[in-house]
């Protein structure tokens, strides 16, 4: 049985998941910034007893990590025991700060400040920008004596430093994807500073473990913790467990940064991979769309010549106002070149086929409407607001040809 103890981030406890038994975390310290590690105490400490009564969907490792941080006891909890091993990360550099007067603690990402007790007085803390407030000195001082503390208690041969960093796509039932802008920035915003962080802490830990961050690496929709830019596919979780045991075995320098990076390019060829299958799923799933629009546009073909079939419609329903949704699809398209073609009388065309999509003012123009089509030929299920009915473009036709 090897043993860790570790400072860090979720990745760097999970790496450790896929050895199954063969190892054992003592003690496993989060969402503490190297700014906040070695700030002094407050006037006032909290107790775990502090949070009874308030927020119970918190849990009882960030309870005692915010603790922990906040009375300034990070650092005694972690190095209380002596394990094998001791893994560090810098990711929590990237949280925000609350400050008074000296004391300083990192503001925790599942703690909203009035899930602390009021008797700390928080509102008179000021909130500070990792990337804006702190300054240079500020993080190589922190990191300096946050590597010296470390020395104290391990060999560089006994630290493990996993690289890691925000990514910006993510895998979800099977679709890659990009994150949404905000996050796109908050790793752009994150990603240099820890990686300015890290290549200090491995100049001051001169000899120690590093675990590369491989290329193409996503994250994952369905990851336990959920979906952030730091919660990855499993692809990943399973390389860096192979390198720890690469680690363990305590080969040579030379010997293990070449089975390391030899892992790292097998790693990084599985998520290129992972990339190629998801992109050809994608084109394959638009061709199976665009099939779908061809054969529509083939038995509706209403741009081209005229369509007895909606001129017949036309005929029947002269005068009525129409509200069509998902109109820029290909047969909103044809639909709407038809209708207009035709002189009908269009009052409202809208991308969306949800009303809880539409505004005030758009959901005002459909009932107004005498008629509401909607031109999704590739959903059965029908948008459903008050009194307003729908019909599916196929259906529009196929009733007027009877």
């Known amino acids: 049985m090897v043993s860790f103890n570790i400072l860090g981030d979720c990745v760097s406890r999970d790496i450790l998941n896929p050895l199954g038994g063969g190892v054992k975390v003592l003690q496993y310290h989060a969402f503490s910034s190297p700014i906040s590690l070695f700030s002094p105490k407050g006037m006032i400490d909290i107790q775990l007893a502090d949070f009874i009564g308030k927020n119970e969907t918190i849990s009882a490792f960030t309870k005692r990590c915010t603790m922990c941080d906040f009375n300034k006891s990070m650092l005694d909890f972690v190095f209380k025991k002596k394990s094998d091993y001791f893994i560090l990360d810098i990711l929590d550099a990237r949280l925000k700060l609350m400050k008074q007067n000296e004391h300083i603690f990192t503001k925790n990402i599942f703690m909203q400040l009035d899930d602390f007790p009021h008797h700390l007085g928080l509102n008179k803390y000021e909130e500070l920008n990792p990337f804006t407030d702190i300054s240079e000195e500020q993080w190589e001082d922190s990191i300096d004596k946050l590597t010296e503390h470390i020395q104290r208690h391990y060999s560089p041969a006994q630290i493990i430093i996993p690289l890691h960093y925000g990514v910006k796509e993510y895998i979800k039932d099977s679709v890659l994807k990009k994150f949404v802008l905000w ?38 929709a369905d990851h336990k913790w959920g979906l952030s830019p730091l919660h990855y596919n499993k692809i990943y979780y399973e390389y860096a467990a192979e390198a720890v045991k690469v680690i363990l075995r305590s080969l040579s320098d030379h010997e293990e940064k070449g089975e390391l990076e030899k892992l790292k390019s097998v790693c990084s060829e599985r998520f290129e991979m992972l990339h190629t299958k998801e992109e050809l799923n994608a084109l394959k799933r638009k061709l199976t769309s665009c099939n779908s629009a061809l054969e529509f546009a083939k038995a509706h073909a209403f741009d081209c010549y005229e369509s007895k079939i909606l001129e017949k419609w036309l005929i029947l329903n002269k005068g009525k106002r129409i509200a069509v949704l998902k109109c820029q699809d290909v047969a909103g398209q044809i639909l709407l070149k038809g209708l ?55 259906e529009l036709l196929e009733n007027a040809n009877q």
């Open 340 to 394: 207009k073609k035709y002189g009908f009388n269009i009052i409202f065309s809208t991308s969306n086929s949800n009303f809880e999509k539409l505004t005030e003012e758009e959901m005002r123009l459909c009932k107004e409407a005498d008629i509401v089509v909607s031109a999704d030929i590739h959903s059965n299920i029908l948008p459903e607001h008050d009194s307003v009915k729908v019909i599916r473009i196929n």
């Open 183 to 220: 996050r796109k920035d908050y790793t752009n915003a994150f990603n240099p500073l820890v990686k300015k962080l890290f290549k200090r802490i491995i100049n001051n830990l001169d000899g120690c473990h590093v675990i590369e961050f491989p290329d193409n690496v996503v994250a994952d």
